[in-house]
């Protein structure tokens, strides 16, 4: 049996334009000869659609796209990932994938495991499916499942009753082939999470299994694409690219011979990071990006994202020293700038300061210089940086790390304005790995802001350190508390540091809750982002 | 059988103070003679928990709870709500109600229906009860639900099947009372509604029927207790008090007589918001609030909330004229903090505005002025309301209303600066129904400030008016669309309007998704508020 798999990059609610990808690669396949052809997850709709899902005029749009995909279905098998009305179900919907043959809809197989953990809510639109079937397709028994279906995740494991899930079922009915429709986020582990997934699958079933996965970034989710075809040994046998559309054909008689698996590292966290901001600004319909440039890491890091997101040509940055700026810090900038070929402009923000200064001196008496100060220094850079952006519409990129936002070491309103937050889910570490990678083989990120000892040049003389503990620590404290959930006890025991150091930093982390609530959308590159999938109440005492 | 309903205010994970105050209800249900005592849902750890739920510690420490209140229920029979580790289900713990007797824990009863609807994410952590049971207390079967398990809100209604409804399973057995732990959200609407969910199950049981529910602020949600007892025959009998803790006796064998429904108006809301402002200050410990006095009507609103929410030597305005202001509405702010009795302080913003003006002219040539202008004066006063806040510490307040949040006709970082939004989930007509509320027996508000037409002033003659339709046709529409989900199709036929005003203003609404991701938290008054209830892609072209 020859399959395509289209591994597409949908926008939300954008059916036409979603429609016209479908319908090419329904060309696509009949000019390959494809006999069937396999969509991601809710290819019509792209995922996640969230409460677009309780319009009721969301639900006829993506009915009409069906229609029309059976209607251009002459000559070929189709598995689509779309929704349906629910009969009887407690929830009106079903997130589901629908089978056509030859102009005709044979039927529903709908998503029986709906995840409802991290960025997942999907028990609050979906009724799970009762059943798994097997569908007589091009000669094949085929079973067909649903992104989670195939999965065991940490939080099912809890007393997971097997007789629900959909593989288990399917065990019993010896399918000739698997099929798996995926809105698969990505996350510097996941991928080859994902692949032992299939293989596990593969191998249970003893069938050729093949995961069609979507592309695209979506708000804060990058969806990787890299769809996976493994034979019922579990061998590796194609994959689809990663981080672009993609369209590849297979013939399940005469697989491809097996293949390495090839995990990332920084280069695939860049990409991953290029998708997410290219894909925020195109599908949003920003041209340029404005990014303030420190001097620091950070902000170079984002900017040489930007060049490869959208050109060097819509990229400007702009340099906003003040008394506390080094001289290199403006140096660096303008280096970085023409390493990368784009624009920088010098604004500095010492008229603005002072005059805030001096209309504020007469509240401030008797106090000392304190975050005050140093947050109207943040503030007037964002107020720069957004009146280019709204004057010119520009998108600002905020630049703060993983390792900032968990501290709240940054100026909510002040170097935390943007409309998108490029590294924040990217630790401090990270970012110095990223910088590293960037410059593999030329410097285009200026040696020295590699070397200076981090500084947000606030105040006189000022480094991260005086505030923070290394970031060696901090990072390694912040992926066991946030991402692994690991209790303080433990993660002081584990890493032989005090336990009031680790109970500060959680304290820390808990109490700049108010910060992050107003910071912009970051890309999700981890299994834990400061992002929809984690909610912690802004007021609460128990850290 | 003597019932002490203790409608407690818990903070989230405050575990002490929130056992301080089960164990005082215990002491005054013994001083009462009472033989039961019932406490809301999760009443150890407070209601919403969210993410602390995942954390281990958290988990040890309302566990630690339990047994204390099992060791101080000497004498008396206890129900109340707490959470346990599910064996068996498909997420780690159960939202459950904990039986208690004279020193034994006599079991769990585990809540059935698990909302996953608006800002309720229970499945995100809990595994359904499976199936009601009849509890034997001080000679009476007891039938015991929690909060959802006796609703059959819009969501459920499609096709729920009435074997798993805890109410249909307890009908078959018979109780004698039953009991409905709740954690149960303020909406204007709920009140009412919760009261008629409560009859209705009475009569259904044909038993006396008794909600006791949480009281108190917790970021967004706002608890509004007013604990409920029901005849048999669905007559109110007894309330607790609206937005304040209250612990009171009833005798089943000797209700008191039937007693009229009373439900609220503009008081009962301005009382929700007071509530919810204050605990929020409270138990994030902030003393004092700040506001940007405008000499319109929301900020108005908002220091008249914030007077009685903290009193008056607690607040402080702050007036920040600019060129476009009307010398009214300095005036009109130095009025209002008169009949207030709160400080105001008067910062004209011209300086650091104009030192803006010119620093960025050189990049503002050959463009006309626009709401970048409008923008650098709202965030203008934004720096000053912050540094205001960072050099004293007060809570400054944001003050947009529902209508202007909405339509995006707010600045991000400048008039939406602030740590709650204490009215953008009220209308514009709302906030004027408010404001004749407060100035019902004398002039609080100026009555020059309820006169003028609304405005920014940000620009020369600007009005509300120029850039939005009459807020009485706004509000009804965003009340259909947002709160109601109607097509806009029905919307324009309904209210008589084109439909392309409709198809404006509803986009609108979702181009302005990007500002709303980034505005502080606000209080929750109605069934769907601009807060974590209300969940849409900020990317997306469906509107």
Chains 1, 2 share one sequence.
């Not at 995840?115 to 000669?139: I, M």
Request: contains cysteine; aromatic residues 6%; glycine residues 8%.
């Amino acid at each position: 049996m020859k399959i395509l798999i289209a591994q597409l990059n949908p926008t939300i609610g954008a059916f036409e334009a979603n429609m016209a990808k479908i319908l090419a690669a329904l060309d696509l396949a009949r000019e390959q000869g494809a006999d069937l052809v396999l969509f991601p997850e809710l290819a019509t709709t792209g995922y996640p659609p969230e409460d677009l899902l309780l319009l009721p005029d969301f639900l006829n749009a993506a009915a009409k796209c069906l229609d029309e995909v059976i209607a251009n279905s002459a000559n070929l098998t189709i598995i689509i990932g779309t929704i349906r009305l629910s009969i009887g179900g407690d929830k009106p919907l079903h997130n589901t994938a629908a089978v056509i043959e030859n102009g005709k809809l044979l039927g529903f197989q709908d998503k029986t495991l709906l995840p409802t953990y991290d960025v997942f809510d999907e028990r609050r639109y979906f009724a799970p499916g009762e059943k798994s079937q097997l569908w007589n397709l091009c000669g094949k028994k085929v079973g067909i499942t649903i992104c989670e279906d195939i999965w065991e995740p940490q939080d099912r494991q809890v007393g997971f009753d097997e007789h629900y899930h959909p593989v288990s079922q399917l065990a019993l009915l010896g399918p000739q082939l698997l099929v798996n429709l995926s809105a698969s986020p990505y996350s510097y582990e996941k991928k080859e999470l994902r692949l032992h997934t299939l293989v596990r699958t593969a191998q249970r079933l003893k069938c050729t299994s093949i995961l069609c996965n979507q592309i695209g970034g979506n708000d804060s989710l990058i969806f990787d694409g890299h769809s996976l075809v493994v034979d019922s040994s579990g061998h590796l046998r194609a994959q689809g690219n990663s981080f672009e559309e993609d369209a590849f054909l297979i013939d399940t008689e005469h697989l491809p011979p097996p293949k390495r698996f090839i995990t990332g590292g920084a280069g695939e966290l860049f990409d991953a990071l290029v998708l997410g901001l290219r894909d925020y600004m195109g599908k949003s319909g920003f041209k340029t990006a404005l990014i303030g440039l420190s001097g620091g890491i950070d902000s170079a890091v984002v900017a040489c994202i930007a060049v490869c997101a959208v050109g060097a040509k819509n990229v400007i940055g702009i340099t906003m020293p003040s008394r506390y700026s080094s001289e290199s810090s403006v140096e660096d900038s303008l280096s970085l700038a023409r390493n990368l070929q784009i624009e920088c402009l010098t604004i500095p923000i010492e008229p603005p300061f002072q005059c805030l200064e001096q209309l504020l001196a007469p509240y401030f008496k008797g106090k000392a210089p304190d975050v005050t100060e140093e947050n109207l220094q943040a503030r007037t850079r964002g107020q720069i940086l957004m009146a280019m952006s709204n004057k010119h519409g520009h998108l600002v990129l905020s630049t703060g790390n993983k390792s900032e936002m968990a501290m709240g070491y940054a100026t909510l309103y002040g170097d935390m304005c943007g409309g998108l937050a490029v590294i924040n889910d990217v630790s401090k570490l990270q970012v110095y790995e990223l910088a590293r990678w960037i410059n593999r083989d030329q410097e285009v990120i200026p040696k020295s802001t590699l070397l200076k000892p981090p500084s947000a040049e606030l105040a006189e003389g000022q480094k991260d350190s005086d505030s923070l503990p290394d970031y060696a620590i901090l990072d390694a404290v912040l992926v066991a508390y946030i991402e692994k959930r690991v209790p303080p006890k433990i993660i002081a025991e584990k890493f032989e540091i005090p336990l009031s150091l680790v109970e500060d930093l959680v304290h820390r982390i808990h109490r700049n809750e108010y910060k992050r609530r107003q910071a912009p959308p970051g890309l999700r590159v981890t299994e834990k982002a400061f992002s929809i999938g984690r909610r912690f109440p802004i007021v609460q005492n128990f850290h």
